[in-house]
């Protein structure tokens, strides 16, 4: 199996400031990392992390808020982003609406605090309300900063951005050729999350370089879900003679956007958002979820779906029932799994994994 060396979140923070780039501590989900790179700030995605003790964080939050959030405030209250110059929440959801509230009306924090109001489902007045959302950050970061980058700086970011999407969706389009593990493939498609694009993009392309023309011998699954942690869940994927062939993780493949057509910057990176897969946090329809998943199973071969849900997510949630009975017509297994990002895997959860994956290799032979 091929390996790639991965710096750690520290180690790229550590780089960055001795460049003399500015911090941005972003949570979950939707954002545009190409207008806080014109700003010369380097985005740092905090997506919990896993396996914090979030005793400080349950005195502002409710029992049934998600590991994710909980996480997230936690560290927040640790201070392990004190690091951070600034501190960025997309209100992808009510949770992740509350913990902005919290930052805004409770917490007072000492970072520069900036809120993303994202809108729901794909239509041009959406285009149009984030273009202004965009513009109001704009605004923002420009007095935060002391500059103001050019519209030609704008979309130089952007169309990194979008090269770096055209290659990952290539990727996953031919995973089935990649010498990588599951656990191999989703550590570098998630150092994303905080590697430059250039540092990022020559990765990508490094796998590129090794992709063969023979086929992992593996029955593919397709996951879906927030994302995937604990990380060893990969582990057993593969120990059963499985492989993640796909995914609809909002950590990865709901980002990968395609390209904008608009001139305008703010409009082109909002029409990048907008009209990207379709989420749950997006309000997209039953028909667009099922349609999306059909088509990763058709594209990757795999044999079933694994819902892969944190615990007290409403808006995965909320689309389960109905799409769990759209594939079923559709002859599609699935699975649904419900996790919490800072426990480990339970035995009952590795023993459904397996049986699970067990059916899904019987029915392929």
Not at 96 to 121: A, C, M, V, W
Not at 212 to 222: D, E, F, I, M, P
Not at 252 to 262: L, P, T
Not at 309 to 338: Q, R, T
Request: glycine share 4%; net charge negative.
């Amino acid at each position: 199996m091929l390996h790639i060396d991965i710096p750690s979140r520290k180690e790229v923070i550590e780089k960055a400031k001795s460049e003399g780039k500015k911090i941005a501590a972003i949570y979950p989900i939707h954002y545009p990392r190409e207008l806080f790179r014109s700003f010369n700030i380097q985005p740092i995605e905090v997506w919990g992390p896993p396996k914090t003790d979030t005793k400080k964080a349950n005195a502002h939050l409710q029992s049934y808020i998600c590991s994710v959030v909980q996480s997230g405030l936690a560290f927040y209250l640790e201070k392990q982003l004190d690091i951070a110059d600034i501190i960025a929440v997309p209100h992808s959801c009510d949770s992740l609406q509350g913990l902005g509230s919290i930052f805004k009306d409770f917490i007072n924090p000492k970072h520069e605090l900036i809120t993303i109001y994202l809108p729901r489902e794909k239509n041009k007045e959406n285009v149009e309300f984030l273009s202004n959302e965009l513009k109001r950050i704009y605004k923002q970061l420009s007095e935060f900063c002391g500059f103001s980058p050019s519209s030609e700086k704008l979309m130089e970011e952007i169309k990194k951005e979008e090269e770096i999407d055209e290659i990952v969706d290539k990727l996953y389009r031919i995973r089935e050729n990649l010498p990588l593990s599951s656990r191999g493939f989703y550590a570098i498609l998630r150092s994303r999350e905080y590697l430059s694009p250039d540092e990022f993009k020559s990765k990508l392309e490094y796998i590129l370089l090794h992709a063969s023309k023979g086929r992992l011998k593996k029955t593919g699954v397709v996951f879906s879900g927030l994302l995937p942690e604990p990380m060893e869940i990969f582990d057993i994927i593969d120990e059963m003679d499985c492989f993640v062939a796909m995914d609809d993780m909002a950590c990865c493949m709901r980002r990968v956007y395609g390209k904008g057509n608009s001139d305008d910057p703010f409009e082109r990176m909002a029409e990048r958002i907008v009209n990207g897969p379709p989420d749950p946090t997006k309000g997209n329809s039953f028909n667009e979820r099922f349609g999306f998943l059909k088509s990763l199973i058709e594209i990757s071969g795999a044999k079933g779906i694994v819902f892969y849900n944190v615990k007290f997510c409403e808006p995965e949630y909320f689309y389960h029932p109905i799409l769990k009975e759209k594939l079923s017509k559709a002859g599609i297994k699935s699975l649904i799994i419900e996790t919490d990002i800072n426990e480990p895997i339970s035995q009952q959860t590795i023993t459904r994994i397996k049986a699970f994956t067990e059916m899904l290799r019987e029915n392929e032979q």
